[in-house]
């Protein structure tokens, strides 16, 4: 990288600093053509903000403010697009409109206007077309440029992610965020890091250690690890002696279950299978953890401690019965189930993955 002269830009800057140029230029006295087989690609990254509501608000002055989601309203629909204001509550795109509503009883249902949309998009996709010919369109309200070489010649890759901004609200008066970076997967972490009506723009000398900050936002401890092991850095020790920190059983069924009596009778030999461990090992714990696969594949966790440990299968049965409940009405129907224990009582614990029990 020596070769280049970098803006220097952190994530933790503010706004002023999502404005500095971003040109890259030969800095070694070489040729141009020279230099050119190693400078980097320049990709601006477009995104509406929440584009399908944004539009019924810029259509309707009376929905503005407001939470309005685009979609259906009735038991079956799904939110198609969620405005910032429904955003709060916790209503996103692809949830059950039911359980938009139960987040946000206030929540207002528009219907789509995908013929509306489309136009519009035409408008952004015209501005867009004004820099660059290269142009991958990834759905009606987002697009990726790359503005290495541009029809106006203009140096930096953020002036022309300004321009385009400032002309999609001149012309449609909506708000698009954007990224700038040099290869399309940082563009996209960049235009979501300010959202809405934002900019930011990732540097190749902050390429590595935004990647780590957001994996670590996202994941957590495991962040780091993920971080590592993408590049072949792994310093674990093998372990001879290794304690279970965890126990559990889960079970895929041939079809997918959908009522409540039959999850539960499938949650008996489940919890069968994880006692008769702790039977035979003596091992309890403080946590029970139910796990639920649904027919699309998404996971969700729910758990339950105590300061006193489980003491017996009773108990375990009685909270993974429970756990399970409370996640009904299901949104779809549901093609694994899993409980365990975790936070086990035992001196010699450490670090280990789960034991399962499966079938």
Known sequence: MSAVRLAKLSPKDGPESDRREDALAPADGRSEPEAETERPRKIIHVDMDAFYASVEQRDNPELRGKPVAVGGSRERGVVAAASYEARKFGVRSAMPSVTARRKCPDLIFVKPRFDVYKEVSLQIRAILAEHTPIIEPLSLDEAYLDVTENLQGIASATEIAERIRAKIRAETQLTASAGVSYNKF???????????????????????????????????????????????????????????KSVGAENTFARDLTSLDDMRAELAPLVDKVWRYCDNTGVRARTVTLKVKFADFQIITRSRSSVAPVSDRSMLASISAELLAAQFPMPKGVRLLGVSLSSLIDDRMEDSPQMNLGF
């Open 186 to 244: 940082l563009a996209k972490l960049a235009s979501d890091y300010r959202k809405p009506d934002g900019l930011f723009v990732i540097t190749p000398a902050m390429g590595p250690s935004f990647v780590e900050a957001f994996l670590q936002q996202h994941f957590g401890k495991a962040g780091p690890h993920f971080y590592c092991i993408c590049r072949g850095i792994d310093r674990r020790p093998v372990r001879a002696d290794r304690v279970r």
